[in-house]
């Protein structure tokens, strides 16, 4: 099949709705019962959604060599080497045994990035925040909200505990199916139960600028010690933290490897960039390696990394290049979103956030 050219960025892609700000402001008031719930019962503030955290690595991105002009753009422009961190959770509000079974997040932070910022944005990072699907559940912030906030109600009522308050995505399923809606979308973001995650390919979901294009973002495992892991059940009835056990027993001695992979949009009609619900089917868009990313064997629950990145570290979208500005109504919800959730860390945490240096 010949491909399409890939459509060329330009401001106009995106179509602001008239209500996203006053969505916002009901999200941040919904994600406040949540963080203010889970900091009162832990003494500590976490994440209002991906609150816990599997592992922390350390590893690298390598920039591919010889890519085409249409690939070779952003951070991808030209080769080199850049540290990163990853931190790899799970999607509720609130930290849970592990064997309630949730989708996964992985969660990239690149240091050491030269070029022009996406306003407001600090330092000199490019974050990447992906889940183990290629799709959200809902096609805009006002479905999102209006699943959360019927959720915070109703599941506070009928049960009257903060695992429900705060769980964000993890009830999602049922919230679906309470306004009638199937939850094969929720499956098919990897609704898997208590798969290692380790061995997933974790997806952006929405789009980005990608330079003079536009795109969606995969990291796929390749080494063979993460391959191996792919589709494995954790056995969770062990332990409450099975899974962050698990990772840290695995990453003693797994050199990981991922392919970090790059879908262009190239109809906008079959890649739309406002409704993430739609998948960029591969045959229309196929994904094409960008970089490398390498975590050499190592504890991946250091007392110190547990620290720096999940306590003092935020990921969002909106930290990174203008050449990778978030594109559609889901990306343009999680600007003041994720700011808000992490400053509420940092208050009652008492520590503020920081952006890593090279
Ligand atoms: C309207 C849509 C969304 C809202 C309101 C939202 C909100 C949030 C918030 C408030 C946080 C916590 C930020 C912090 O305290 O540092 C977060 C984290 C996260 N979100 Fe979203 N999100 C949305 C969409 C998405 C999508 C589409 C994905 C899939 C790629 C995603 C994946 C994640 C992940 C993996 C984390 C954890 C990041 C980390 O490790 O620090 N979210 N989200």
Redesign the pocket.
């Known amino acids: 099949m010949t491909l399409s050219q890939p459509v060329r960025y330009s401001a106009d892609l995106e179509e602001i709705k008239p209500d996203e700000q006053e969505v916002i402001s009901d999200?941040n008031e919904t994600?406040d019962v949540i963080l203010n719930r889970t900091a009162e019962d832990y003494g500590h503030a976490v994440?209002?959604?991906?609150a816990k955290?599997h592992g922390i690595l350390d590893g690298s991105l390598t920039v591919a060599d010889g890519l085409s002009p249409e690939f070779a753009q952003g951070l991808f422009a030209a080769p080199g080497s850049y540290k990163v961190y990853l931190?790899l959770?799970t999607?509720a509000g609130d930290i849970l045994p592990d064997a309630i079974s949730l989708p996964r997040?992985?969660?990239m932070k690149v240091v050491g990035v030269e070029g022009d910022r996406i306003e407001g944005a600090e330092g000199s990072t490019q974050d990447f925040?992906?889940?183990n699907g290629p799709v959200?559940q809902?096609a805009d912030?006002k479905k999102?909200?209006g699943n959360l906030k019927m959720l915070a109600k109703t599941t506070d009522r009928m049960e009257g505990t903060k695992k429900v308050l705060s769980s964000?995505l993890q009830t999602v399923n049922s919230a679906l199916e309470t306004v009638g809606i199937e939850s094969s979308v929720v499956q098919s973001m990897g609704g898997a139960p208590n798969i290692d995650p380790l061995g997933e390919t974790y997806?952006?979901?929405?789009p980005f600028r990608y330079g003079d294009y536009v795109a969606k973002f995969r990291l796929k495992p390749v080494s063979q010690g993460l391959v191996e892991l792919t589709g494995r059940e954790i056995d969770t009835s062990v332990s409450d933290n099975a899974i962050r056990e698990t990772v840290q027993a695995e990453m003693r001695d797994t050199a990981g490897e991922w392919l970090l992979q790059v879908q262009l949009c190239r109809d906008l009609e079959k890649q739309p960039v406002e409704d993430?619900t739609v998948e960029w089917k591969e045959e229309e868009a196929p994904f094409t390696t960008v970089a490398t990313v390498k975590a050499a064997p190592q504890d991946s629950w250091s007392d110190e990394n547990v620290r720096k990145v999940d306590d003092e570290?935020?990921?969002?979208v909106w930290t990174g290049l203008a050449a990778h500005r978030p594109l559609g109504n889901?990306?343009r919800?999680?600007k003041d979103?994720?700011e808000?959730?992490?400053q509420?860390?940092a208050a009652f945490n008492r520590c503020p956030m920081h952006e890593p240096r090279d």
């Open positions: 999200l994600f994440r209002s959604v991906h955290s931190r959770s999607n997040g992985l969660a925040v992906m889940v959200f809902t912030a999102f909200q964000v997806f952006s979901v929405t993430p570290m935020r990921f969002s889901i990306n919800a999680r979103t994720y808000h959730s992490s509420f860390r």
